[in-house]
């Protein structure tokens, strides 16, 4: 079976959680496929073949630039018996394929353009060209993965003309070897943590998706006790990067022990910085199923959560985590979620248990051995005869 992976992400450049899933996916279906990885970069090696953006391209819109890398992904898949894409930066590269090579084309569903208007800041009119993208792709798909039972609605409800029975769920995973806990300190030394005081750590890019302004604002008020360790990059705008760095400057004027930390650091160092916090916040206010809760949950860490997206099906509310509503009043919001981490940071015995339970769920339910099979599985009933 000669698959094509197609992303945008992929090590060493990974800075989401689509990135992630391609990653340890693609480790786990090598053993069970002829695969090739088609992603952003330059060169080619070891069944990974990086494409650039069309250099007279330069300086253009980023949708355009997408598309430019997608063309050039659809013309070298020729000999591929299946193609499989990730995320709107690739999908419409599949769908090319699809056509222009007469295979089958299934995508994975990480998130939905139409639930995520704030992007229209981030690419301009790009938005309307990520979207047709989306919906040409996804429309057209021999099958649609969802990552989340929540996904798969949502995945319905933007695109009622697609058949409901093209769409399969099939969950994130973690591998619980690499994700587990490190009992050592070299990390929070460095950081200039104090080991003797609790913390709260939030880990994720600055965007409106993820949250991280209600966030900084929640975090105002809760136990001073604690300190607050924001591993937080990869602005989606200069304004909203601006909008972080005012209230960060803001919060670190009101309260000691606040850190940042903008740089992607490697995987070892923020399993540590997992395994030691009191608490790991996720304040998404859309998540198809947010696979950092489980990096945190595997690292035996309690999770503070949204009750938003796919998130309801990896934190256990009251038994690996809390998880916080999120309405249309976002000063209530903000409270809500500050005293969800407050309940956690004045429990550590709860927040203990509940991070044991984590990691337990995780180890149990989240395998990315099992994922592999389940994404198998589909490729071979679409490729099946007749």
């Known amino acids: 079976m000669r698959v094509g992976l197609l992303t945008r992400e992929y090590p060493p450049d990974v800075y989401g959680g689509a990135g992630v899933h391609v990653e340890f996916l693609a480790r786990e279906l090598r053993p069970l496929a002829d695969l090739d990885v088609h992603c952003w970069g330059e060169g080619a090696a070891d069944g990974v073949v990086r494409h650039r953006p069309w250099s007279s391209l330069d300086g253009a819109n980023d949708a355009l630039r997408t598309f430019s890398v997608d063309l050039s992904i659809a013309a070298a898949l020729e000999g591929r018996e299946l193609v499989h894409s990730h995320t709107w930066y690739a999908n419409l590269a599949g769908h090319l ?7 089958p084309h299934i995508m994975t569903a990480h998130s939905l353009e139409p639930l995520r208007p704030w992007k229209a800041e981030q690419l301009g009119g790009g938005y309307a060209l990520s979207s047709w993208a989306e919906r040409t792709a996804i429309e057209a798909a021999d099958a649609v993965i969802a990552v989340s039972g929540a996904m798969r609605e949502d995945i319905l409800g933007c695109y009622p003309a697609l058949d409901p029975a093209k769409v399969r769920v099939v969950h994130n995973g973690i591998d619980t070897s690499l994700y587990q806990p490190d009992h050592g300190t070299d990390v929070l030394e460095r950081v200039g943590l104090d080991l003797d005081r609790p913390y ?8 409106r998706q993820k949250g991280v302004p209600q966030l900084l604002r929640a975090v105002r008020d809760i136990d ?19 909008e972080f760095r005012s209230l960060f400057q803001e919060l ?37 199923l947010g696979i950092v809760n489980l990096e945190a949950m595997a690292c035996g860490t309690a999770v503070v959560a949204s009750r938003v997206g796919g998130i309801p099906e990896v934190v256990e509310d009251g038994e690996t985590g809390l998880l916080v509503p999120v309405e249309e009043n976002a000063e209530d919001n903000v409270a809500r979620l500050a005293r969800a981490l407050d309940l956690l940071l004045a429990d550590p015995a709860a927040a203990r248990r509940m991070g044991e339970a984590g990691r337990e769920r995780a180890v149990r339910e989240f395998g990315w051995d099992a994922v592999a099979r389940r994404t198998v599985q589909l490729y071979e009933e679409i490729l099946k005869p007749g």
């Open 200 to 207: 709260v750590l939030f880990v994720g890019r600055i965007t």
């Open 252 to 288: 670190s004027r009101v309260r000691a022990g606040v850190y940042w930390i903008p740089q992607m650091l490697p995987r070892p160092d923020v399993i540590q910085l997992l395994t030691h916090a009191a608490v790991f916040v996720c304040p998404s206010v859309y998540e198809p």
């Open 97 to 103: 394929a699809k056509l222009q090579h007469d295979i």
């Open 224 to 242: 001073p006790a604690a300190q607050v360790v924001l591993c937080a990059g990869a602005p989606d705008t200069p304004e909203i990067d601006q």
